[in-house]
């Protein structure tokens, strides 16, 4: 080396001031992967890099947004106090001002208008401490039935099919170690690759192991290119798909009558149906020939071990809940669940989907996945919380049904905590309006979303970089996820926002907390002999064991690594078999002469969620500037449309205006727009409002449109 070199290098060492390592967990997708953010000081100025740590789950694995992360977190656009709006614009007010604000607009309006005026749309991105916390402020602090949560719209169809086929929903059965061992794999409409990176190591081992990999994808992704065989079926034919996949596997002799016999209920009426059906119908419906169907349903049958993932795009849809159960149907008749290397994994979208969803955010739910209208649970909660069980409200509404009862009069005021309703939600326009129609709305965000502009009071929240707590991965993994980096500005936590809230409305007493570790404490009691039981899970053993997955009912024994392997969780240990027809139990959006095409939606790798806070990253804007829309160039040029033109999508929803992008490998019927954008690139715009008459969740992956081009 010359002494030139040395020379530099030695000057670029004593430039570096200093060197500062913060622990925490990535904020997106729900792998949750570890992470340190390395903060040097070089001449005065703070440079940021994060690296991957080691954990269960992804090994050390970043992807683009885990290791552009922080770019959000430190983002000058960061609110720093509390904001009233005033006159129609945001003005800074001190914490003790925007309390008592709250205090008095929260009381005055339940005094005119009753308990349930306010409402209350939580999170499956805050923490475990946080969505418990949460709950209990709704049914405690405000006494409001009216609570849910932007998980609704992501995995309510997927917990709701395990709930009731299994009688329990931890979205994988099994761990990921596993995955790599089965023979086949069955991807029913996820694209893991694009939304959980870091999982694809685990499928691309069992590839290389010789395992089948079978993917269900209207178009063709990063996932579908994987695949041994990908099945190109038409948006929203999913449940005819797996009563097709079912009826070869049963006529062919490839069940586990031991298995069903033992374990299962309802196969022979599930069995009477899909054996009535025609596949050539089936072929004509789906668009996936009988040859493809066929072949899916003898390889997965025959071979020996296999496994079932699905994702939004057989979950979003307005009979999600059937085509979740209807392929859990194929893995009962199969025998391929509670057994080495076979098993079920409901993908998980947000960080804490899994968490989120068993601790109380829910209408119709108590923490530990207890119910809200059961006499026992209600007791017990009750008993826990200090309170009268008579005190208890009722359940609730769905998501998307809270902003139609705001539309109704029925509610008055919301709390918002970490959610952006106006660009998550289907038919966006009318949620917009229903917001703009409160009495009073308070928003608890790190920026000023779509949503928090229309608020009256925004309070300022912590980031993962500053907000420790549990978060509930995609394997049911409960980790501990610390944070340690100074607050930016007035910046509070989530759950310290919830305490100040209850101390205005003089709830305090509720409300004692002192940090995340206390709260947790107590949601170990409340979970305690309810189906999510985190009861023998502390922060020592979390901090010892890098996550420990639920249920935990003992702390001296481990968490439990694969479930069902003896019987279910219904009382009688069964799993429940229903075939459902593909003949929708609600309308579905079809293509008709006014909206001849299909619209389905989803995710690109370098965006999360509404984009607010990955639109914020410079390195992950950079890699998507814009929305688009996929769109195959035979039918592009049905429509005048060239490639890279400004298009017009619409429906009778809506309308939005994206750049046309060409794709021969999509279906020539359907076009796909991602949901990261706002404003008049806003997707949902276009979706309807119907919604799963079992798990109310709306149909994202199929509207009706049409496209035109932008003069």
Known sequence: MTDLMLK????????????????SQCPYCSMQCKMQLIEQTVVSRKVHKTVGKDNPT??????????????HALHRDRIKQPLMKVDGQFTPITWNEALQVIGDKFSSIQKQHGYNALSVYGSASITNEEAYLLGKFARVGLQTKYIDYNGRLCMGAAATGANQ??????????????VPNTRCIILAGTNIAECQPTIMPYFEKAKENGAYIIAIDPRETATTKIADLHLKNKPGTDVALANGILKVIIENGLIDDEFLAERTEGFEQAKAYVTSINLSEIAEITGVSAEQIYQTAMVFGKEESGMIFTARGIEQQTDGTAAVRS???????????????SGYGAVTGQGNGQGAREHGQKADQLPGYRSIENAEHRSYIADVWGIKEKDLPRKGVSAYEMFERIEAGDIHAMFVMCSNPIISNPNSNFVRKALE??????????????TAKLANIILPATSYLEDEGTMTNVEGRVMLREASYPIVGEARHDWQIICDIAKALGKHKYFTYQNAEEIFEELRMASRGGIADYYGITYDRLCKEKGVLWPCP?????????????????KDGK????????QAEVAKPVATEQFPLLLTTGRVMSHYLTGEQT??????????????????????????LIEGVLTKVESKYGWIVVRSKWSKTIRKDTVFVPFHWTETQNVNRLVANELDPYCKMPGFKVSAVTVSPVS
Request: neutral net charge; hydrophobic residues 35%; contains cysteine.
């Open 8 to 23: 530099y290098f030695r000057n670029k060492q004593q430039s570096v001031e200093k060197e500062k390592i913060y622990d």
């Open 58 to 71: 992804s090994e050390g694995r970043l992807c683009i947004k885990g290791l552009n992360a922080h770019q």
């Open 165 to 178: 086929t299994f009688g329990m929903d931890r979205g994988f059965t099994n761990t990921l170690k596993e």
């Open 327 to 341: 392929f859990l149907n194929i893995l009962l008749a199969t025998g391929k669940i509670g057994k080495p290397n």
């Open 437 to 450: 129609k409160l009495d009073f709305l308070v928003v608890a965000d790190m920026f000023i979303s779509e």
């Open 554 to 570: 003992d702390p001296d024994a481990g968490g439990t690594v694969r479930l069902f392997e003896d019987s279910f969780a219904h």
């Open 575 to 582: 799993a429940r078999m229903v075939a459902f027809s593909h």
């Open 615 to 640: 639109r914020k990253s410079p390195s992950l804007s950079a890699r998507n500037v814009e929305a688009f829309m996929e769109i195959h160039p035979d039918t592009a040029k049905n429509y005048g």
